[in-house]
């Protein structure tokens, strides 16, 4: 059984950072896509970062595009969030998530196939 855990959110007000890592109990070093997605109240799962660990390819969400960066420590089986500029309009439960054996980094949520328990990360304006 895959366990992701997600830990490094928070509140914070407009224009701060914080930085979500997600460690995973296995290797992800290869044909692994992780993803970092969120959720607010009453509004759909989106997909805000992604990263292909084969070759590190990177995906954003338009929103979140030069505030947010995903990176991945293979050594570790851990990757990270770093969300800089912190707008209210990020307040939501972020969650990482992982597709082992993939060849791409799908945007929907239905294809990942193991999930963290989430973290919340609240911008006060």
């Known amino acids: 059984q895959v366990q992701l855990v997600e830990s490094g959110g928070g509140s914070v007000q407009a224009g701060g950072s914080l930085r979500l890592s997600c460690a995973a109990s296995r290797y992800t070093s290869s044909n692994t896509c992780m993803g970092w997605f969120r959720q607010a109240p009453a509004k759909e799962r989106e997909r805000v970062a992604a990263?292909?660990?084969?070759?590190?390819?990177?995906y954003y969400a338009d929103s979140v595009k030069g505030r947010f960066t995903i990176s991945q420590d293979n050594a570790k089986n851990t990757v990270y969030l770093q969300m800089n500029s912190l707008k209210p309009e990020d307040t939501a439960m972020y969650y990482c998530a992982a597709k082992y054996g993939s060849w791409y980094c799908p945007e929907r949520a239905a294809d990942f196939g193991y999930w963290g328990q989430g973290t919340q990360v609240t911008v006060s304006s």
């Open positions: 990263i292909y660990t084969s070759g590190g390819s990177t």
